[in-house]
């Protein structure tokens, strides 16, 4: 049975890690998506990300033009848990050598994703290291704005609320290494190359009062979920999405259990609205993605998958 450590990635000691640096480096909102600096009125929210091996994917295939949207998707998605509209963003290309197709591919992605997150990109970095780099390694930072009175930190929350899950587009860019490790890239590389589905324009849509929390589902599963919630609260999901037929086929390949998966992957659900009970159905009119209630917040400080009986 293959896990995600045995691909190469231990999540739990990357937790740990998080923990440490989080220690040395005391913030409002520690421990959230991004970080905050006051600015009059506002917070500026900044926050940095890269889509990982999805770029081994996108060698093998020869196609990366899809690449940039991850990327911008990877920091813009993270921007808006707290309530902030991204306002600009800058990339970050490690290179093994120039290869001028290849980087306007990417260059048209990133053009791209800004278009779908409505945020300028404001320029970058593209640095030659053949000694460091075989391949290529993007990643980028966002910068965000956002009115103090209208921040969300997840403070608001309480039990009783309940969990609005969207859709996700497919694998996004997290658990690559273990899908790699055991699906044909031939075959099934495309359909991971699939971009990460930007949430910007629907979520600044419908923020309220009523909008408790905002979680972007990512490395970690449903583990993301707790980690906005307060002290003494957990996460109850009774009615999960079925996850995309690429989620079944790499727990088949690689005999991957199921407390692993949820663990790994986004399994269908990319991002999470915690609202008041009363305001979930109009929460959802505003929403462009497949959306539903897919739990609740109750006592406890883990998250609890009902129907497969796994805690995290």
């Known amino acids: 049975m293959t896990s995600y450590k045995d691909a190469g990635v231990d999540i739990n000691a990357a937790d740990k890690v998080k923990e440490s640096i989080l220690a040395a480096f005391k913030t409002k909102v520690q421990g959230h998506f991004a970080g905050i600096v006051e600015f009059g009125d506002y917070y500026l929210a900044l926050c940095t990300d890269g889509v990982g091996t999805k770029v081994v994917i996108a060698d093998h295939l020869k196609k990366w033009d899809t690449i940039g949207i991850d990327d911008v998707a990877s920091n813009t998605n993270d921007c808006i848990c707290l309530g902030a509209k991204p306002i600009a ?90 899908a790699r490790k055991v699906l044909d890239l031939d075959k099934w590389g495309k359909e991971l190359l699939t971009p990460t589905k930007i949430y910007v324009k629907e979520i600044l849509s419908i923020l309220s009062p009523d909008v408790h929390g905002l979680s972007h589902i990512t490395g970690g599963g449903l583990k993301k979920i707790t980690r906005i919630l307060p002290k003494g609260l ?74 497969k009986n796994l805690v995290y």
């Open 89 to 178: 963003f800058v990339d970050y290309l490690a290179i093994e050598r120039i290869e001028p197709e290849k980087i306007k591919q990417l260059m048209t992605g990133i053009a791209e994703g800004a278009r779908q997150a409505d945020c300028e990109v404001v320029g970058g970095e593209t640095a030659t290291l053949p000694d460091l780099i075989k391949g290529f390694d993007l990643a980028g930072s966002c910068l965000g704005v956002v009115k103090k009175s209208e921040m969300i930190t997840g403070e608001k929350i309480q039990e009783g609320d309940v969990i609005i899950g969207l859709e996700s587009s497919g694998v996004h860019c997290n658990g690559l290494t273990l």
């Open 234 to 307: 957990g996460a109850e999901i009774t009615d999960p999405f079925e996850p995309q037929a690429i989620f079944k086929e790499i727990q088949k390949q690689g005999k991957v259990s199921d407390y692993e998966m949820y663990q790994t992957f986004n399994m269908g659900m990319g991002f999470a609205i915690i609202c008041s009970p009363e305001a979930a159905a109009g929460i959802m009119k505003g929403l462009k993605s497949r959306s539903n209630v897919v739990g609740r917040i109750v006592k406890g400080e883990k998250t609890k998958l009902v129907n």
